[in-house]
T-cell receptor, first 112, second 109 residues
Framework: SAVISQKPSRDICQRGTSLTIQCQVDSQVTMMFWYRQQPGQSLTLIAT?????????ESGFVIDKFPISRPNLTFSTLTVSNMSPEDSSIYLC?????????FGEGSRLTVL | GIQVEQSPPDLILQEGANSTLRCNFS?????LQWFHQNPWGQLINLFYIPSGTKQNGRLSATTVATERYSLLYISSSQTTDSGVYFC???????????FGTGTRLKVLA
């Protein structure tokens, strides 16, 4: 299994600002995944982040709104840009190991 | 893309009751997992079960990949079982996990 740490765990932000979420894994992994969970909803995959290449975004998500960095095999960041109240969600970082998916504790974001 | 539907969407049980949660998926999968999201939002891995049957205490799961479904059984439910249960599948030919619609469970004392 993998141990995944996310920061911040929660934050309250003002409309129009940006926030960067950090994800640190205790082992080297090829792919890292970012998910969003809107209130009362299931988890939706935002993008897959591979070290050394551009992130691959799912339909409905764009790089200008959710830029992702992946500088090495244990770390990634997700930025939520120009936030609106609709961006209030839990953002989760995950990694796959042996076919199994592991999650950090998530970052709960509230936009006012 | 693959569709993952869970049923029932909501379930209320008295403590001590048993229940079965179902996950149907529309295409072949490489991997399948069950998660429990507790009321504080934390996702807990319950089972990694691409096929066959597994048991862990009061919980067990069965996946019949050829028929494109998985079942999660909860026996002698406790109030701490409350929360949302998700199945997630990795469709064949992809490396991405797609989450189901979820079952919201409330266990009453």
């Amino acid at each position: 299994s993998a141990v995944i740490s996310q920061k911040p765990s929660r934050d309250i932000c003002q409309r129009g600002t940006s926030l960067t979420i950090q994800c640190q894994v205790d082992s080297q992994v090829t792919m890292m995944f970012w998910y969003r969970q809107q209130p009362g909803q299931s988890l939706t995959l935002i993008a897959t982040a591979n070290q050394g290449s551009e992130a691959t975004y799912e339909s409905g998500f764009v790089i200008d709104k959710f830029p992702i960095s992946r500088p090495n095999l244990t770390f990634s960041t997700l930025t939520v840009s120009n936030m609106s109240p609709e961006d209030s969600s839990i953002y989760l970082c995950s990694v796959s190991g042996g076919g199994e998916l592991f999650f950090g504790e998530g970052s709960r974001l509230t936009v006012l | 893309g693959i569709q993952v539907e869970q049923s029932p969407p909501d379930l209320i049980l008295q403590e001590g009751a048993n229940s079965t949660l179902r996950c149907n998926f529309s295409d072949s999968v490489n991997n399948l997992q069950w998660f429990h999201q507790n009321p504080w939002g934390q996702l807990i891995n319950l089972f990694y079960i691409p096929s066959g049957t597994k048991q862990n205490g009061r919980l067990s799961a069965t996946t019949v990949a050829t028929e494109r479904y998985s079942l999660l059984y909860i026996s002698s439910s406790q109030t701490t079982d409350s929360g949302v249960y998700f199945c997630a599948v990795e469709a064949s030919g992809t490396y991405k996990y797609i989450f189901g619609t979820g079952t919201r469970l409330k266990v009453l004392a």
